[in-house]
C-alpha cells in the first residue's frame, strides 16, 4: 500500500493479487483531486474491494458521456431498453469499472432498470419532497440472476441522462474478506457515503445541507443487505441501521434509498420478524427499518423451467435446435445467469457439477449438519421427484436418465413444483419436536443457499417450491453409479451448445461481475 499526500490530494492505492494487467489496474484505481465544496470527491473502485462505496468520478462521467454523445445514445427515449443498448455500445470501452459490454434482456433486468429509472426520475423532479417512506423500497431478488451487475451498471450510466442525479452504489457483500481502503471498515454506512462524496462533517444533516446547496440529489442503492445481518451487533454496524431507518423516515426530497439484497428472509430481517439470533447476529437489539416505508419488491427470477429468460441470456441462432439446447443447459442450470455463465468458463468435465452444486462439494456441510434440515431437503426432493414421477419416467427410459430424452422431452412444460401445504405435510413427517413455525425458516435458508426456489408469496409464504435445477432432482434420487456415468455424456451435450456470445463475453464478466 502506498499513500501520497500533495495539498488537498490523497490518493490511496491499493494493488490487490487478482489483477491481472496493469491496464486494468490503472483504470480501476483512478481517482479525482479533491476541490472545496464539489460533491464526487473521489471514485472507489467496485472491483478492487470486496466491500465497497461507488460512485463513478469526474472523468469516468465525462468519458461516457462523451461516447454516448458519439454513438447518438438517449436521444429518443429514457427508457430500460435505451439503458441496455447503453451498456452494449459502452461496455467494449472498458471506461467504467463494473460496466461490461453485455446485457441480458430478461424479466427480472428489465423490471430492476425500471424500477431504478422511476425512483431517479421522481427524484430528480422533486416529487418525493415532504413525503416519507415513498423514495425507499427493499428489492428482494434470488442469487445469480443478475442484480448487482444492474445495478453498478446504473451507476455508471444515470450521470449520462440525469446529472443532477448523484449515483452511490454501496455493497456489503464479503465485507470481511479484504480490509485495505474498506470505507465501511470503521465507518457506518452514511459516514462513508459522505467521505466519497466529500462532505466532511459526515452527518445526515450536513449530506442533506450539501445536496441541498449544490442542487443535487443522492440516489443511494445499498446491495446484498441481509450481509450485512450476519455481522456482530456492533455499534457501527447498529447505527448503519439506524441510518437507514433515518433514511426512510426523511423528507429533504433529495435522497432516495433502494436497499437489496438475495435472501428470502430479508423482508423478515428489515421488520425484526425473525429471531434467530444464532444466523443473524445483527437482528438482536437491531431497528424495525417499517416495511411500510421499505415496501418490498420482488425482483423476477426465472423459475428452473422458464426457459424463455433463458433464451434471452443465449441467445441461440433459430433452428430446430435450439429448442434442444435450451433444455440441455436449463436442465443443468435452472435458467440462472450465473450458472450459464459458468458453464463456459469451467470448460473441464466436472468442475462445473462441483462448482455449481452445493452436494458435490464440502460447501453444503453447515446446511447439512441440521438433521431436521436435511431430512426436510430430502422429502422435498423425493416428493417433487414422485409428483412428477411420469415425466422422469420418460427422461430415465430403462431406468437410466438420457441426455438426448432430456433435450427431446418438453420438461419445461410438464414439471410441477410442490405447494406450500404438501412441504408442510413433509415437515410433519420429519420435525418431531420442533417448532411448527420454524418450517419457514428452514425452507428460506435451504433457498438462500441454492437448493430450493421459492415463487409467489402469498400470506408471507411461498406459493410454490421449485428445485434449484432438475438436475438436483436427478442427482437426489438417483444412485450415486447412475449419476457418475450419466455426467460424462450430459457434458457432452451441453459442450454442443453454441455458446460462441458467451464465449467472448466470458473474459469480460471475469472481473467486473464479481458476486453479481
Known sequence: VSTQRNGDRDCKIVLHRHFRTFTMFRRLCTHVKSRQGQVLLRNRSFASMSRTVYTPSVEVSGLLKQLSEQQRLFRTEISPNAIFEAIDTLGPHRVAPGLVGVSYRTQGHQQLFDILLNYSQTLRDDEYLDTRGVATALLVGAKGIGKTTSLIAFTNILPIFNPSVIPVYVSFNNMNLIADDNLLRGNTLLQAVCTVLGVEKRTPSELIEALERRGKYLLLMVDELDQLYLEDPTEINRGTLSELAFLGDQSSGRISTLLCGSSAALPNLVTRNFNDFDEWPLLRNAPNLNGTKYSSRRVYTASPVDLEDLDAILQLPEGPEKIKNLRRVGFATGCRVR????????RAQGDFFQACF???????????KVRVRKDLLAGILQELRSKNSGLFKDLCPNGVPSPDRIAEVPWEERFEPLRWTEVESIWRDVAHNEPREDILKHVLHLSDRSWLM????????PEHIYPSSLYTVLNATEPKSVMESFRGPFWNGLMRVPFALLQNVAVNINYEVGNA
Open 339 to 346: 450458472l450459464v455463465q459458468r458453464i463456459v468458463r469451467d
Open 454 to 461: 421459492t415463487k409467489n408469496i402469498v400470506a408471507s409464504v
Open 358 to 368: 452445493p452436494e458435490e462439494s464440502t460447501q453444503s456441510y453447515n446446511t447439512m
